[in-house]
């Protein structure tokens, strides 16, 4: 039978003494496990993180076909704004392949071979499926060079009634302003992320980036709720294989 002790409690006899250094070294032992993994937690975003802008930008070398590439060739008015895209986007296609990302991201940004850049083709397009088109590739250039800020400009302007950029984009800007630790302003676009479609992939893994950043941000309900929503709905998903510890974790924290 459990006993109240009050507040400056001491115990008298050995045994008691004995009870009470096995309960601090639980409790401490508790309080461990959570540290480290709220620790876990943090790491997970830098040690993910280029792995996850790697993706995004492979992503983005094919939203070209979901965005009707073909159309704009085909319009006239169309024809010199992706004229001078083709040279920035290849560019950002072999900057995304990893051959010296770097430089070639930021020619995809300012241009060569006398051809614009995409920032050059956002402002002296804009209105236009290209200069949309541009504010996405400048965007995702700009996240991994890491100017979070000009990422987040970008990509903000960029619009898409397609199923496949409307999370990646959402979920990027949600990774710049985690980078630059505003956390609440990355949570909320996690969540416009994971809700922009429903599909396999794109989900749980924003699900799962929603739900660590409300765990740093100590919002443990709401982190639970899609940390469940992952082992129900995508239990074959990658992310379903980290949940149960997640899960565990944020409902100790919640005792």
């Known amino acids: 039978m459990a006993t109240y002790k009050k507040r ?3 115990p008298k006899t050995k045994k008691e003494k ?12 508790v309080f461990n496990t959570l540290d480290e993994g709220a620790s876990k937690t943090e790491e997970w975003f830098v040690k993910n993180q280029k792995y996850i802008i790697g993706v995004i930008a492979a992503i983005a070398v094919v939203v070209l076909g979901y965005m009707g590439y073909n ?18 986007r290849t560019y950002f296609e072999e900057a995304a392949n990893g051959i010296s990302s770097d430089s070639l991201y930021n020619m995809a940004l300012n241009g060569g071979n006398g051809k614009f850049g995409m920032v050059d ?3 002296e397009y804009s209105g236009t499926p290209a200069g949309n088109l541009a504010n ?3 965007g995702i250039s700009y996240l991994n060079l ?3 800020e000009k990422a987040i400009s970008y990509l ?8 496949i950029p409307g999370p990646i984009v959402k979920g990027a800007i949600g990774d710049a302003f985690v980078q630059l630790e505003q956390y609440k302003e990355g949570l909320d676009y996690y969540e416009k992320a994971f809700k922009a479609d429903l599909n396999n992939y794109t989900t749980p893994m924003f699900l799962m980036k929603a ?6 941000l100590n919002e443990n309900q709401k982190a639970l709720d899609y940390l469940k929503r992952i082992k129900n709905e995508f239990d074959s998903s990658t992310e379903a294989t980290q949940v149960d510890v997640l899960i565990g974790m944020v409902e100790a924290k919640m005792q």
């Open 146 to 148: 890491k100017d979070y």
């Open 8 to 10: 400056g409690y001491k």
């Open 71 to 88: 159309k704009f060739i085909a319009e006239p008015h169309q024809k010199e704004a992706m004229n001078d895209m083709y040279q920035a």
């Open 156 to 163: 903000q302007e960029f619009t898409s009634d397609a199923s």
């Open 136 to 138: 996405y590739y400048a």
């Open 211 to 216: 739900a660590r950043i409300a765990i740093r």
């Open 121 to 123: 083709i956002a402002k």
């Open 18 to 29: 004995e009870v009470v250094v096995e309960e601090n070294s639980t409790t401490a032992e």
